[in-house]
């Protein structure tokens, strides 16, 4: 370990800006945050032994959380839709009105609510589903 941490050491300062403040390598910081998150490990003796603030490491050790964090949260969060999958199941009656099929829908929505429409043909709940499709969905409903 103590090989990796000059290695680091010696890789870590790229440059120095005029204020004197230091521009760090990418993969020499992530390195020694690596190093900072295993076990016993301690921020305070490795920013010291890399001549930097511990202040400094431990920004970077909260930056790296927090990426990690969003990256998480990115992989898990399902994409956000106002619409819901309704399946559609065969109806066990069909009844034909003036040579148009008579049908019934019912959908159940994750709220609670049930939506239920009966006797309509084909032309009617898609002119509904149309219509539901167009309007506006408040923010309280959205996930």
Not at 3 to 28: F, M, N, P, Q, W
Not at 73 to 92: C, E, G, K, M
Not at 110 to 137: F, K, M, S, Y
Request: glycine share 6%; proline share 5%; net charge positive.
């Amino acid at each position: 370990m103590a090989s990796d941490l000059e290695d680091i050491k010696r890789r870590l300062v790229v440059a120095h800006k005029r204020g004197g403040r230091c521009v760090y390598d990418e993969t020499a910081k992530s390195e020694l945050v690596e190093l900072c998150l295993q076990p016993g490990a301690s921020v305070s003796r490795l920013a010291r032994e890399c001549d930097i603030n511990a202040n400094q490491v431990s920004r970077w050790l909260r930056e790296h959380a927090q990426r990690r964090k969003g990256a998480l949260i990115a992989r898990s969060a399902p994409v956000t839709s106002p619409f819901v999958a309704v399946p559609v199941l065969p109806t066990r009656t069909v009844k034909r009105v003036n040579d148009a099929v008579a049908m019934s829908l019912q959908a159940r929505l994750p709220n609670g609510v049930t939506v239920e429409l009966r006797g309509a043909d084909l032309r009617e709940l898609g002119e509904v589903i149309q219509a539901l499709g167009r309007l506006p969905c408040s923010v309280s409903t959205t996930i």
